[in-house]
């Protein structure tokens, strides 16, 4: 389990901004651990946003809702730089879904982190071809911490890193359920 090595606390030289990446498969519980990091910092009285991007009209229009329906407040944006306006005065910053903001959320979370904002992201690393899903790769190079969370297969059982669509489906973003995708293991997802 991911531990803090830092909250961001504000010290003598100022506050520590700091990007952390939480990645993996559909069903691999991204949210559940931004949620659970979010918790804490709030536990520790600090001031956190969440932000998430329109286009994820899934749940709840207000609301980071993971699978096990935790619930934390949340504000959806059209753009990423939507978030630099309304992340002004807190000390935490969530951002949940980032592989469906574009190239402009590097920038955008750099300035935060710069500012002395503990940034936590959670996204998919892979679309449903098994390829890197923009702009994640950029976002896991760039950041102080990254964990990437595992599904279970639903074929055999092991670890499981893969997103199969279900469907025939060819567009990159379809957002679905379980009834769309399950999680796969590379041996699964491949057919090997
Ligand atoms: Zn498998």
Redesign the pocket.
Known sequence: MFIEPSLGKTGKSGPKGQLEVICGSMFSGKTEELIRRLNRALIAKQRVEIFKPAIDKRYDENNVVSHNENIIRSTPVQFADDILLLAGNCDVVGIDEVQFFDAQIIPVVEQLANNGIRVIVAGLDMDFEGKPFEPMPQLLAIAEYVTKVHAI??????L?SYSFRLSGDKSKVMLGEKESYEA??????YNL
């Open positions: 297969c639903m074929k055999c059982g092991d499981a796969r293991c590379r041996k699964c997802f």
